[in-house]
């Protein structure tokens, strides 16, 4: 239904023996929306979007998935035999048998150019891409992203989360992510839930980044460290810096803390 979450949890209880490792979750993910998952190592995060996906059934609690709710899901870890001779191409084709659903995905994905590559020969970024690629070949509603710039520079970093961006509002897909990335949440997601086996604090990023209990959990120095700075430029710079003049294509303002 139009109004209806495109996933949700309530209650979500979880353990491994007699270690319990989710506690009372309630979550849900609406059409178009950025959800990221962040909190420290051994905090749940993976376990809950196992839940989420199925893939474990929660002690306690439910899932609840849109009717129909087709998901690409990016795995945080993903290895390919140097040996073994798959192209991008055979790759997103084991996502999907449509054609015109693969092509657009890997337009969508920026990897349009490397579809005869082979996989184990592609970088750190080139490869979350065509994983991404792949994910979208399904052409799903929802997207579920386990730490998807691990082991990807800092300039890959912003691209992925820009690309991330652009398939929310091109696609209108929803997207939950887990990230560790503090820095690159606060201006890449619309809501974050900050996870240490239960929830301590969920809102928007400039809420929560003040919250107590995330400061607690990253300590005061984290604060400062994800304001945001945004800088669009409308003019040129010489070699020093220094600016010499103003473009007639683009807009500039420096927005410290915008969200």
């Known amino acids: ?20 490792v989710l506690h009372d979750i309630d979550l849900a993910v609406e059409a178009g929306e950025i959800v990221t998952l ?45 040996a073994l001779p798959l192209t991008v191409r055979r790759f997103l084709m084991l996502a999907s048998s449509n054609t015109r659903s693969i092509d657009r995905a890997a337009a969508d994905a920026g990897i349009g150019e490397l579809a005869q590559r082979p996989v184990a020969g ?20 929802l997207l579920v992203l386990d730490e998807p710039t691990q082991g990807i520079d800092v300039n890959g970093q912003i691209e992925l989360h820009d690309l991330v961006q652009r398939l929310r509002r091109e696609r209108g897909v929803g997207v939950l992510m887990v990230s560790h990335d503090l820095h ?16 301590c604090c969920a809102g928007r990023p400039e809420t929560v ?37 103003h473009s007639p294509f683009h807009r500039h303002d420096s927005e410290p803390g915008a969200p």
């Open 38 to 82: 962040i909190g420290p190592n051994g905090s749940g995060k993976s376990t809950l979007v196992r839940l989420l996906l199925g893939i474990l059934v929660p002690e306690r609690g439910t899932v609840r998935r849109r009717p129909g709710l087709v998901i690409g899901y990016v795995p945080q870890h993903f290895q390919v035999d140097p």
């Open 209 to 245: 980044s003040a919250h107590p209990e995330f400061l607690a959990l990253f300590g005061a120095a984290a604060a400062p460290a994800l304001a945001i700075y945004r800088h669009r430029h409308d003019h040129r710079h010489d070699l020093t810096g220094d600016v010499v003049g």
């Open 122 to 141: 592609l970088s750190g970024g080139e490869r979350q891409r065509a994983l991404i690629a792949r994910a979208l070949a399904r052409d799903p509603q």
């Open 184 to 199: 690159l949440v606060m201006a890449a997601t619309d809501r974050v839930i900050c996870l240490n086996r239960h929830i």
């Open 1 to 20: 239904m139009p109004g209806e979450p495109l996933i949700a949890a309530h209650g979500l209880c979880h353990g491994f023996g007699r270690a319990e």
